[in-house]
């Protein structure tokens, strides 16, 4: 039988990189941005407001897939940390 040897600290760390990396994308860099645009919106018309809403829209959809992904690799990370750690203790 092999012998897996891995920090499971470290992929805890790592698991917990994506999830504030999440955070900060939604809470942090969306809020910013909705809340800059607001700001112009009354101002900005035309078709380059229109040319952006449509890059925006872009964007969001890109990065909710960003975020979806991040979830994923942080929970892999976690759960790949117990397993490991549950194998250990039943050796």
Do not use: K, P
Request: hydrophobic residues 30%; negative net charge.
């Amino acid at each position: 039988m092999s012998t897996i040897h891995i920090n499971t600290d470290l992929l805890r760390q790592l698991g917990q990189v994506f999830y504030q990396l999440n955070e900060q994308i939604q809470n942090g860099t969306e809020t910013q941005i909705q809340n800059v645009t607001g700001q112009v919106e009354s101002d900005w018309q035309g078709v380059s407001r229109q040319r952006y809403e449509q890059l925006y829209q872009d964007w969001r959809s890109a990065t909710q897939q960003v975020v979806s992904t991040g979830e994923q690799l942080g929970q892999h990370l976690q759960d790949t940390a117990n397993r490991f750690e549950e194998a250990d203790q039943s050796l």
